[in-house]
């Protein structure tokens, strides 16, 4: 019955599309960095983080956008304010979990992770200041609630990737490392299934071919399961971009970018055509099921994510040229249906002035299906400057059915500039015996965690905008201070010093 429900809903659409466009940027006045989109399945809204600030002041903040499914900024949530160790890049991880909530993690100067509810209120955090230059990449939940993540040492030569298992309360329980056969290669994708992880990477180190694999392991014993190698040497044939996905069915899907006529293995950017291949795994074994062509030959692509469609079908996000905006390295999806036929493609660039066709930045870096049985795509515009340093723009996009930006009647909207100085200011920093809370809005309640997620101190306040913590029981060290204001939670670090 569900599947003659979306069949019908997407004819409508197909029939009604293209009256109004959806395409929407939020809008800021500081430098940030918008990579990935969740769709809260209790109200259907579309909860993206996004990163703004200077990581070169150790002013770099989190906050999270919550829009409704017509595209209208509901709220804004400050998460983290000025932290130093918070990258402005995609490889931060955010997912879901079971309870309705969310994880963010990300990593400079050591693993930052937090666990929110589905108000986006810290429930608890990790962070492992540890001076080193670890970056995080991905992780999962698993049928326990437990929580599996995966980072790398960008400092030291990529052998090894990093596997933490932490409780649902924060406490780590198990680690091991996955070794990897080449050097510099970069984790692409996870995906769990019960106690095992799946792991695909590609090597890019330009002296050598294109190779993709896949490791298999077991997240309560650290034992590898199985792995295979994708290996070409040849220069005319070359693997990259491997993502892993479930079907509506339960199986494991392999999406995948097989590069032909590339000219010479050192030069990956001056111009290649690839297809793009499907493959199902056996979650046992790692065999190859089928292997099968999904796109006709392409120039230049970049494949980003992939995704089930509730029609038993895929969706994949990529990046590359096309006839249709000439010069713009721009985001397509593909649909293909249950029988792996493609449906359509559909090309996305940002309203002007944010698309020029002299250039610019425009990533669409995440893939979701909604409730109302669309796909929702979060990412990043920087405009028709492509110079990093300049503002960067969540950009959330939604199509329907049969690739049509969904309609809505909201424009572009306006976001207030991004900062905590409008939001709360918590003094002094480093603190002794009390700190104070002054915001804008009314002081509801305070929460205080330790480094390890613990709450060490809860108070409630009657509403005025102006409080006061006394803290001097607290140990000297690094804390989280999580504010409850009339207009939503805010989080800082502080430190307590003698």
């Known amino acids: 019955m569900k599947t003659k429900l979306i069949l019908s809903f997407a004819f409508l659409l197909c029939n009604l599309g293209g009256f109004c466009q959806f395409n929407n940027f939020y809008l800021t006045e500081q430098r940030g960095h918008g990579m990935a989109i969740e769709v809260d399945d209790q109200n259907g809204n579309y909860v993206v983080p996004f990163f703004y600030g200077d990581p070169s002041l150790g002013e770099t903040s989190l906050a999270f956008l919550n829009i409704d499914p017509s595209g209208t900024l509901n709220n804004v949530s400050y998460v983290l304010s000025n932290q130093p160790q918070l990258l402005l890049a995609e490889q931060s991880g955010f997912f879901k979990t079971a309870d309705n909530g969310y994880v963010i993690a990300n990593g400079n100067n050591g693993l930052q992770l937090l666990k929110l509810n589905e108000n986006l209120d810290v429930q608890w955090t990790v962070a492992e200041n540890n001076g080193s230059n670890e970056g995080y990449w991905g992780g999962h939940e698993l049928f326990n609630n437990d929580l599996i993540l995966a980072y790398i040492d960008f400092s030291e030569p990529y052998n090894t990737l990093s596997m933490q298992r932490f409780s649902q309360q924060g406490e780590l329980e198990f680690e091991f490392d996955i070794e990897l056969d080449y050097p510099f290669s970069y984790p692409y994708s996870f995906a769990v ?12 180190v330009f002296s050598e071919y294109r190779r993709n694999f896949v490791v298999c392991y077991n ?14 040497d040849s220069i005319d044939l070359a693997y990259t971009d491997p993502i892993l996905c479930w079907s509506t069915s339960g199986e494991l899907l392999y999406v995948y970018h097989e590069i032909n006529t590339l000219s010479a293995p050192n030069n990956f950017s001056s111009g290649y055509f690839g297809r793009i291949k499907l493959a199902k795994l056996n979650p046992q074994t790692g065999q190859f099921i089928n292997d099968e062509y999904v796109c006709e030959t392409t120039i230049q692509i970049w494949l980003l994510d992939a995704i089930a469609t509730d029609d038993g079908g895929v969706a994949y996000l990529w990046q590359g040229f096309s006839d249709e905006y000439p010069g713009a390295f721009a985001p397509k999806i593909t649909k293909l249906n249950a029988d792996l036929q493609t449906e359509w493609v559909s090309i996305y660039v940002p309203p002007d002035p944010y698309y020029n066709s002299s250039g610019g930045s425009y990533f669409l870096l995440d893939l979701e299906v909604t409730n109302d049985d669309c796909l929702v ?19 959330v996009l939604k199509v329907d059915a049969c690739g049509n930006q969904v309609v809505s009647d909201c424009t572009l909207s306006g976001l207030a500039e991004l900062g905590e100085s409008k939001q709360l200011a918590v003094y ?5 015996d009390r700190i104070f ?15 390890s997620g613990k709450i060490v101190h809860n108070e409630s306040f009657s509403g005025a905008l102006e409080q006061t913590l006394f803290v001097d029981h607290l140990p000297q060290g690094l804390y989280l201070v999580q504010v409850t204001t009339s207009a939503g939670v805010v989080s800082k670090r502080i430190i307590i010093g003698s």
Do not use: Y
Request: proline letters at 6%; one cysteine or more; hydrophobic letters at 45%.
């Open 428 to 432: 002094p920093n480093p603190a002794r």
């Open 437 to 451: 809370l002054k915001a804008e809005d009314a002081i509801q309640h305070a929460t205080i965690f330790d480094m």
């Open 193 to 204: 299934n019960d106690s095992l992880i799946f792991v695909s990477f590609h090597n890019l």
């Open 377 to 395: 795509a979060g990412g990043v515009c920087s405009g028709p400057d492509i110079n990093w340093e300049l503002f960067q723009h969540p950009w």
């Open 219 to 232: 997240v309560f014993t650290g034992e590898e399961v199985w792995e295979f190698h994708q290996i070409e």
